[in-house]
Each structure stands twice: as structure tokens, then as C-alpha cells.
């Protein structure tokens, strides 16, 4: 019996070897699947914070840009208002001047408003459209004639030109 004893405690101890080694490759594989999951859901989390923080920042860029533009849009629009106050408040001087001269004068006064005033150009015209006098680049009496009748529509007119954007304004006087 004691082959038989030894028989056994040889089949009991390989067969608790065998368990034990079962149980340890489970474990391992266990824990490898574990750690896989948790590795999978970890980047998963990683990405979409990183996707919320990109947007995020796209957002506040954005956002940044437009109140650039608008700041931009504002400054164009302030600036373009203090163009015109200027040139309706030069005009406004140089017609009271003309009005009260001799037609003889106006050359001469032009002239001289001119000197002052080298940004402004001043072209001087009848209601018909003939020219009388002007500093600026002449055109045909059709045009002025066109000038004339948008000038009656609007106190000023804009337009872009290559040299920038312009600004006409007229005043109708009778000397």
C-alpha cells in the first residue's frame, strides 16, 4: 500500500500543481484582459478630451477673431464717419465762402482752400453740368452731370477706387 500511498500523493501533488498552474495562467490572462479594458477605455477618455479641448480652443479662436473683425468693422465705419464729418463740415465752409464772393474770386479761393486742405479736391460745376472750375481729375459733363443728380439723392457719395475709397460731397448754392 505504500506504492499505492505514494501513487496517490504523487497524482495529488501534480494534480495541485496543475490547478495552481490554471489558476495562475487564468490570473495572468485575467488580468491581461482587465488591463486591456481599462487601457481601451482610458485612450477612449483621452481622445475625447482631447476633442472637447481642440473645439474648445477652435471656439475661443474663433470667437477672438470675430471680435477682431468687428473691432476692425467699427474702427472702418468710426473712421469713415469722421471722413465725412470733415469733408461736409470743409464743405460746408468752403460754400459759405463762395457764396459770398464775386464769381471772380473762386479761383482764387479754391486755391487757397486747396493749399490748406491738400487732401480735398474740389471740382465746381452750374446745376446744368458745366464745368467751372476744379482741382481735381475733370470729367465729361455727362458725368458731372450723373454726380449731380446722386448728390441731390444723398448728402455724400462713396466709391472705391485703386488709390482707396472716396468720398463726394456736394453743396448747391446760388451766389
Same mark, same amino acid.
Given at each position: 500500500?505504500?506504492?499505492?500511498?505514494?501513487?496517490?500523493?504523487?497524482?495529488?501533488?501534480?494534480?495541485?500543481?496543475?490547478?495552481?498552474?490554471?489558476?495562475?495562467?487564468?490570473?495572468?490572462?485575467?488580468?491581461?484582459?482587465?488591463?486591456?479594458?481599462?487601457?481601451?477605455?482610458?485612450?477612449?477618455?483621452?481622445?475625447?478630451?482631447?476633442?472637447?479641448?481642440?473645439?474648445?480652443?477652435?471656439?475661443?479662436?474663433?470667437?477672438?477673431?470675430?471680435?477682431?473683425?468687428?473691432?476692425?468693422?467699427?474702427?472702418?465705419?468710426?473712421?469713415?464717419?469722421?471722413?465725412?464729418?470733415?469733408?461736409?463740415?470743409?464743405?460746408?465752409?468752403?460754400?459759405?465762402?463762395?457764396?459770398?464772393?464775386?464769381?471772380?474770386?473762386?479761383?482764387?479761393?479754391?486755391?487757397?482752400?486747396?493749399?490748406?486742405?491738400?487732401?480735398?479736391?474740389?471740382?465746381?460745376?452750374?446745376?446744368?453740368?458745366?464745368?467751372?472750375? @476744379? @482741382?481735381?481729375?475733370?470729367?465729361?459733363?455727362?458725368?458731372?452731370?450723373?454726380?449731380?443728380?446722386?448728390?441731390?439723392?444723398?448728402?455724400?457719395?462713396?466709391?472705391?477706387?485703386?488709390?482707396?475709397?472716396?468720398?463726394?460731397?456736394?453743396?448747391?448754392?446760388?451766389?
Amino acid at each position: 500500500m505504500s506504492n499505492v500511498g505514494l501513487l496517490k500523493n504523487k497524482i495529488i501533488r501534480n494534480n495541485s500543481y496543475s490547478i495552481f498552474l490554471v489558476i495562475l495562467l487564468f490570473s495572468i490572462f485575467s488580468f491581461g484582459i482587465v488591463y486591456y479594458v481599462i487601457k481601451s477605455s482610458f485612450q477612449r477618455d483621452v481622445e475625447m478630451t482631447k476633442q472637447e479641448y481642440l473645439s474648445s480652443q477652435k471656439s475661443i479662436i474663433k470667437n477672438q477673431i470675430d471680435n477682431f473683425i468687428d473691432f476692425i468693422i467699427h474702427t472702418q465705419k468710426f473712421e469713415k464717419e469722421l471722413q465725412l464729418r470733415k469733408l461736409e463740415k470743409n464743405a460746408d465752409f468752403l460754400v459759405n465762402l463762395l457764396k459770398k464772393a464775386n464769381p471772380s474770386q473762386f479761383k482764387y479761393i479754391i486755391e487757397q482752400f486747396q493749399n490748406k486742405n491738400p487732401i480735398f479736391r474740389v471740382g465746381l460745376s452750374d446745376i446744368n453740368g458745366n464745368l467751372v472750375y @476744379t @482741382t481735381a481729375l475733370d470729367y465729361s459733363k455727362k458725368r458731372r452731370l450723373r454726380v449731380i443728380h446722386r448728390l441731390r439723392k444723398n448728402r455724400h457719395i462713396t466709391f472705391q477706387t485703386p488709390q482707396g475709397i472716396k468720398y463726394i460731397s456736394g453743396k448747391f448754392f446760388v451766389n
